[in-house]
């Protein structure tokens, strides 16, 4: 009787199979590519770190294609060594340097690095490593601080000593992408951006460019362009480190962006390849000739597929600036056009405009800023191109229960001959629906339109409005998912699609279906 006792309380883990699932590799029996993916999403401390596994494992890490620099992983890393600060600088520049020259082969795809403090001299550095390594894709963030960090001159020289193989300073990269650095020298910053050799992408994001006077961005390989023009210690995004004049002569470009003040003396012009472009202007008050400065900017964007406009842009082509009331500029080829406008009269002009000059629009993304509740404004029936043969969908966001946003409905069903579907999103208030089943009077100029309206509220309920819009009447449907667990999302997405309300266990389905002209008696009316 003991003796089977004794056997019951023999470890499992002598059985043979056990013994052999223990003493497999798992992760070493993983596909090399995969283990080589899992390593590209640790920190470079922590990668170097798997040389010490095994002996299978010792020169894994210098074949692992994207490597990943934090200052602040490293100084948890060392702190048991009692370095200061400015000794745990040094020591991570040094293992950036000896991580990146160690390596022979394969090539470095990717390199991140995140520091407290970047300016040219680190860049430079950098950027000589990357073209020794052949790397592809850079990326350097830099923490917003007021204090210039010690650089040691000494791993800096001695990288620098390096021959290099191609004069252009950024070698085989293809994607730079940069956030806060400060660019304190100006003939480098000059001859860095005179030449991007094979550079395909670039981003430049609240880094301080002051010391520059012009910035020009000229190249025939550049196909992505990002400049976020705005000062990294601004939290209202209302000042910018650079306000000279910026020049981009870009040929193959596809996709641009630009976010910051309106620059004097700009230009931007060759770029026939452009497909998608977003221009936020960020200034409130208006110097004198801002209209002739915007001017220059979108004039480039003529033959623009997709485009982004903040509130102020669409203020600028309101008629009461002549150069854009003139009809001046001409969007051809744009096919989808997404604006910033604030519910007044004015910005509802500025977006006739833009209707006028696009005569291919097809899909048209409102979001409402602000709303100014007493703003008077008054549809009326015009012939507008884009709404008699080609524009089809409209999706709002952020929509204001007020006159205004009904007149602004109404323009679009009183014109939009080809018009299907209108979206509207609200997050802030409740939509009142008697005043959309008010529309129904409107002269409709298209044969039927879909209206839906989300409305979400802060407690986490969903609730789904839709009205269809014929010339003979409105019919509705009204439709609501309550707030669901968090599990159980993927019901309420069901419920949304369906026309399903979940409460608990119980299943609903509502369909209510008014006639204009007559009530059923058995379903109450929803108004």
Request: aromatic share 12%; net charge positive.
């Amino acid at each position: 009787m003991d003796s089977a006792i004794e056997n019951s309380k023999t470890p499992c883990l002598e059985h043979p199979k056990i013994i052999e699932q223990h003493s497999d590799d798992r992760l070493s029996n993983l596909p090399v590519d995969l283990i080589y993916r899992i390593l590209s999403f640790l920190d470079a401390s922590a990668v170097v770190g798997t040389s010490l596994l095994s002996r299978n494992w010792r020169h894994i890490w210098t074949s692992v294609p994207g490597l990943n620099f934090d200052l602040e992983g490293f100084w948890h890393h060392v702190k048991r060594q009692d370095l200061n600060y400015d000794g745990c600088l040094l020591k991570f520049w040094e293992f950036v340097k000896w991580t990146i020259t160690i390596r022979d082969a394969p090539p470095l795809h990717r390199l991140h690095l995140t520091s407290g403090y970047i300016d040219t001299e680190q860049l430079k550095l950098l950027l000589r490593l990357c073209a020794m390594r052949n790397v592809q894709e850079l990326e350097l963030v830099a923490v917003v601080t007021l204090t210039i960090c010690p650089f040691p001159s000494a791993i800096a020289e001695s990288v620098l000593a390096i021959p290099q193989n191609c004069n252009c300073f950024f070698g085989n990269l293809k994607s730079l992408h940069l956030v806060r650095v400060q660019f304190t020298d100006a003939d480098f910053t000059y001859k860095l951006f005179s030449d991007f050799g094979v550079l395909e992408d670039l981003s430049l994001e609240y880094c301080c460019l002051s010391v520059m006077k012009v910035l020009k961005f000229s190249s025939d390989k550049l196909q992505k362009l990002t400049f976020v023009n705005v000062d990294p210690l601004d939290s209202f995004l209302s000042t910018s480190n650079f306000v000279s004049r910026l020049i981009v002569n870009t040929p193959n470009l596809v996709s641009f962006c630009y976010i910051g003040p309106a620059l004097l003396s700009s230009r931007f012009s060759n770029m026939p390849s452009l497909d998608n472009a977003r221009i936020h202007i960020i200034n409130r008050d208006f110097p004198k000739n801002m209209e002739w400065e915007l001017h220059a900017i979108v004039t480039g964007f003529s033959h623009v597929k997709g485009l982004s406009l903040s509130a102020d842009c669409v203020l600028f082509f309101c008629p009461i600036f002549r150069v854009f009331y003139r009809g001046s500029i001409h969007f051809g080829c744009l096919r989808v056009l997404n604006l910033d406008i604030d519910g007044n009269a004015d910005h509802m002009e500025g977006l006739i405009v833009l209707l006028k000059a696009s005569p291919k629009l097809e899909v048209l993304y409102i979001k409402f800023v602000d709303c100014w509740w007493k703003s008077v404004w008054v549809s009326t029936e015009m012939d507008v191109l884009c709404l008699s043969h080609h524009l089809r969908r409209i999706v709002i966001t952020d929509f204001y229960d007020s006159e205004f946003s009904m007149e602004f409905i109404k323009f679009f069903l009183q014109n939009g001959k080809m018009l299907e579907k209108i979206e509207i999103t609200q997050h802030k208030q409740k939509m009142n629906p008697q005043k959309l089943y008010a529309l129904q009077s409107v002269q409709l100029a298209s044969k039927e339109v879909y209206v839906s309206v989300v409305s979400h509220f802060p407690s986490g309920k969903i609730e789904l409005l839709q009205f269809v819009y014929r010339k003979r009447g409105v019919v509705l449907w009204k439709r609501f998912a309550e707030k669901l667990k968090k599990t159980n999302r993927s019901m309420r997405d069901a419920a949304l699609k369906s026309g399903v309300s979940f409460r608990g266990n119980k299943r609903k389905k509502l369909f209510h279906v008014l006639n204009p002209f007559r009530a059923p008696k058995k379903i109450k009316p929803f108004i």
